[in-house]
């Protein structure tokens, strides 16, 4: 079997290292002349590290990152401590795997270097014009066709392969907020020679501001040598406009009344970025045939809950997975624990497109509900002044992710079913379901 990636970003190169885990040909297609990854941190929550810790990989994360020991949601106004969640050990020892924060460019690099390590073939350059779905080909913007058994399209919110699957173009639309990401160094920080800077930049913890209609986010990357600022504010960027660089007086302007220590913070940043959010309708389909979306291609979400790059690495994990179950029970003439007899009623192609539809199948329920955590994630921390506030401020205090941390009962049990699935596992019981119905 042959699989080919369209797109080089986190699910990408996890559905490749998934793919070859199982011994099935890779190429990956960017577009991109050089491999690289936009933006600063990224944190991966214990349902994405499950992930890596499979792959193997766990260990080079964490040389590379740090584990999260706390989250601290501060008062916007004044930077009162609203709640100190403890994360450290005992994320560790509810979900198997740390909460770890690491820089994009690390994480991307871990990632690549792996796929390749295990054969994947990558191609810079190759910027793909159209999929072909019935015979799976995809056809390149300098004239080739590549023709394979599977295409995986990983390309992001303004996805080429989305088009092919649903038959015409279907536009990211804006939410309403946008986000202005920077980084610096600690020695910026420790230059302001402010108290309560220097005591933020000790702790090996994500620190939120929760204000009206905004909230952001800060923690170190690279030991502490540099830290991680986002700001998520309503967007006021052009329609026709998806990133650009940002005006730094703008954005301290933005912040003005918010805690003197983040406008301290602010005031050290050189230039920065905003990004425009953006969502998908719920797609009809993310398969057709042999091609199938993951990631941003079919699901983005707004990045108020840390599970967008770990939904994408769960869904090319799953692919991969499902695609091995399906060559080693049915398509590989060499091993005798395969079924002859089901190979012969349905063709090599017809099997692959229903297990593609398997995963979609599988995904879809987890990914969407994702979606809209983040959307209520949104709507709570963006609460204006006011009793709404209050009593959001008030439940924060007994809220945690670990049922030990948690008084609230329910806050744990949400995050539970996110961070808890062993996907993989599960999956191989989804598989062994399907097969039966055959």
Avoid at 207 to 232: A, C, Q
Avoid at 345 to 372: F, G, I, M, P
């Amino acid at each position: 079997m042959k699989v080919i990636v369209v797109g080089g970003g986190l699910g990408g190169l996890a559905c490749a290292i998934a793919c070859r885990r199982e011994g099935i040909d890779v190429e990956i297609l960017e577009r991109s002349d050089q491999v690289h990854e936009v933006g600063a941190g990224i944190q991966i929550p214990p349902n994405g590290g499950r992930i890596m810790r499979d792959f193997g990989l766990l260990p080079q994360l964490l040389e590379q990152g740090s584990q999260v020991q706390q989250v601290d949601f501060r008062r916007y106004k004044d930077g009162r401590l609203l709640r100190s969640m403890p994360f450290g050990d005992d994320i560790t020892k509810e979900f198997g795997v740390p909460w770890i924060i690491i820089h994009r460019v690390d994480y991307h690099r871990i990632l690549l270097d792996e796929a390749i390590r295990l054969g994947a073939v990558l191609q810079l350059g190759a910027e793909v014009e159209d999929v072909y779905t019935e015979q799976p080909a995809v056809l390149l913007a300098d004239g080739r066709c590549i023709s394979t058994d599977v295409v995986i399209g990983a390309d992001g919110q303004m996805s080429t392969v989305r088009k092919a699957v649903l038959g015409s173009p279907n536009s990211p639309v804006p939410t309403g907020d946008m986000a202005y990401r920077a980084t610096f160094s600690r020695e910026q920080l420790e230059a302001l020679g402010d108290e309560k800077v220097n005591e933020l930049c000790q702790k090996t913890a994500v620190t939120s501001w929760l204000g009206p209609e905004k909230h952001t986010i800060f923690y170190p990357l690279r030991d502490g040598k540099e830290f991680n600022l986002v700001l998520m504010r309503p967007d006021n960027l052009s329609l026709d406009s998806r990133r650009e660089q940002g005006d730094i007086e703008e954005m301290r302007e933005s912040y003005a009344d918010w805690d003197e220590t983040l406008q301290k913070l602010v005031s050290c940043v050189p230039s920065v970025y905003r990004w425009k959010l953006t969502h998908l309708s719920e797609l009809e389909s993310w398969t057709k045939g042999s091609v199938a979306l993951l990631g941003d291609a079919c699901h983005p979400t707004l990045p108020y809950q840390a599970q967008g790059g770990a939904m994408a690495v769960e869904d090319g994990a799953v692919i991969g997975k499902l695609l091995g179950l399906l060559q080693v029970r049915y398509l590989d003439p060499r091993n005798s624990g395969s079924d002859p007899s089901i190979s012969m009623r349905s063709s090599a192609q017809d099997l692959t497109a229903a297990v593609l539809a398997l995963y979609e199948k599988y995904r879809k329920a987890r990914t969407t509900r994702n979606v809209q955590g983040a959307v209520m994630n949104r709507k709570l921390f963006h609460i204006p002044d006011g009793l709404l506030q209050r009593i959001r401020d008030f439940l924060l205090g007994y809220a945690g992710v670990t049922r030990k941390s948690d008084w609230t009962w329910l806050s744990s049990f949400r995050q539970g079913q996110t961070l808890g699935l062993d996907v993989l596992e599960d999956c191989q019981k989804v598989f062994e379901e399907w097969r039966l119905t055959l």
